[in-house]
């Protein structure tokens, strides 16, 4: 791999400021707010942005650059794309439930539901994410659809998946404006005399902005992407499943690729890279 | 081009939601909010969404795509990068002025500047737009910078200007999450009873949602790019400062390009272009 050290680096700062980004607001909501809870309640709300942030930030951030993991190039294809589907699945899954503890919060106050632009653009941004995730499923991971499919939508599937992922970020920084002006009012210190929280939690926006930036330049590097020799050998694989061969020694996958690429240069996967 | 009427539709549909997007905040804060002054108070906080919107968001948007239009790729790169670094200049300039009018109004209004996760974020992102300027000026518009040096710096010119966009839209979400709940009070009408004004300022946090998702699908198209002949062959004449010729026709262009390139086949601007 092209500039393997400095690859490492970038990961290796993605991985501290989404697991800071993740402990920050832990800390937020047991340290400053009013802790975690199923009760309708301000604890119930407070799942929002812990599940928000591990899933909809964290997670789908790993889920987007899973692929340029260059010890994973010498498993199949498939078993990647397994790996990718289902950490989206996941940070699908964390987000619904944070989407279900805020509506049931906002019902149990009686506060209106869908009014803010956080609100809007957050809602939008999940909705996309599962439909995103479902047409990804049925082009890429289902055997069914044909590769001229596949190579047209795969500039889409890319884009998509990275403005969704920046959508959900500056949703996030909206949320976090939102809560600090509604929590740290004249009763306590408001936002404006900057007491602690809004510091910290100013800090966990930075973080978020941070790890956001870092994804997206791991994602958009070209020389960090899988190679095309794995994705062609692995192609053929994807109707076999995967067993215990499917992490190969990367010599044996280079040597194999060789010849396969000798076969048939233009291997009909090569179109369905990303764009981006 | 490849996919021209698309383009003209992608490029239509920027221009529609980037003068909308501009048009809105005009009406906002003419119609629902103090108009417009310079009087330290409310209406001088105005110019505020007005030229950060206009500034850092619609003209840094056309600036980015403005090397993509196929009606200048007649033109010399030397005249379309003044154009390109011209626009941004415009941008950065409003966006400044956008700036001291913000603090002007806390000043006047004894409200602390910088506390909130608006203005950290927003101020990083108008600080960082005005180094990728001066660094565009010194190593791509003045001559004195060598081949290697606009090579390696251009992947990171291209990422940093995109995250710089995406930021500033991020950035002027949360402003307007902001402004909305300090101005829809109990005294009035609550922005969580969705009165008319509410309604219309979402509408125009999606437009510019809407907005920059366009240009980043413009931006990072590969197939939109300028075209590498041209710009060989424009390379050559950055020394020789622009004049009557600066826009050929497309012809002739094309003929002295081949000739070029069969000359010099590796031309080193090949390795300035965008990688994104």
């Known amino acids: 791999m092209e500039g393997y050290k400095l690859f490492l680096a970038f990961l290796a700062s993605a991985l501290l400021l989404g697991v800071l980004s993740v402990a920050f607001v832990l800390v937020w909501v047991l340290n400053y707010r009013e802790g975690l809870g199923w009760n309708g309640d301000l604890p119930e709300f407070n799942w929002h942005p812990l599940l928000i942030i591990t899933g909809f930030v964290f997670i789908q951030g790993i889920a987007i650059i899973v692929y340029r993991l ?23 899954t964390l987000a619904i439930i944070s989407l279900v503890a805020v509506f049931d919060f906002h019902n149990f106050k009686k506060i209106p539901n869908m009014y803010s632009l956080h609100s809007w653009i957050g809602l939008t941004a999940v909705i996309l994410y599962a439909l995103q995730l479902v047409l990804g499923y049925m082009v890429y991971l289902l055997p069914f659809a044909p590769t001229s499919l596949r190579t047209a939508v795969m500039p889409i599937h890319t884009y998509s998946g990275l403005l969704i992922f920046g959508a959900g970020i500056a949703t996030a920084l909206m949320g976090i404006t939102e809560k600090l002006f509604f929590a740290l009012t004249e009763k306590t210190v408001p936002y404006s005399q900057s007491p602690k929280e809004a510091i ?3 800090v966990l926006g930075v973080l978020i902005v941070a790890y956001g930036a870092v994804i ?26 995967f067993g215990e061969d499917d992490c190969h020694s990367p010599d044996l996958e280079f040597n194999s690729d060789a010849a396969a690429r000798k076969r048939n240069p233009k291997s009909d996967e090569t179109g369905q890279r990303s764009t981006m």
Do not use: D, Y
């Open 70 to 92: 260059p010890w994973t190039w010498k498993c199949s294809k498939f078993l990647m794309k397994l790996i990718h589907a289902g950490l989206h699945t996941v940070a699908l």
């Open 200 to 202: 910290f939690v100013n």
């Open 216 to 241: 997206l330049w791991i994602a958009t590097r070209p020389h960090w992407k899988r190679p095309l020799e794995h994705v062609f050998v692995t192609h053929q694989r994807i109707g076999e499943g």
